[in-house]
């Protein structure tokens, strides 16, 4: 993924993660797709992507993160200094 979308996304997490179950863009990030897979590689999700940003800047459980607006700006300034996402 490109480095501007992901730090976007990063930005927008804490928001997401609180939002009511109910809300589309919840909704659309916790969605897990039903059916049956196209045969070879698996294409990787953009969900997957970003935990695996979150992993290169050794980030753990970072739904727990977002509760704190503090924390998560210091993961964010991380994330923006890092040259490898």
Request: with cysteine; aromatic share 8%.
């Amino acid at each position: 993924m490109e480095r501007p979308f992901i730090l976007l996304f990063f930005s927008c997490m804490p928001d997401i993660e609180r939002m009511e179950k109910d809300r589309v863009p919840k909704n659309i990030f916790a969605q897990e797709l039903e059916g049956t897979r196209r045969r070879g590689r698996s294409r990787k999700r953009w969900k997957e992507e970003v935990e695996r940003d979150l992993q290169v800047l050794g980030v753990r459980r970072w739904r727990e993160l977002v509760a704190d607006r503090e924390k998560w700006k210091d993961v964010l300034r991380q994330a923006k200094a890092h040259s490898g996402l």
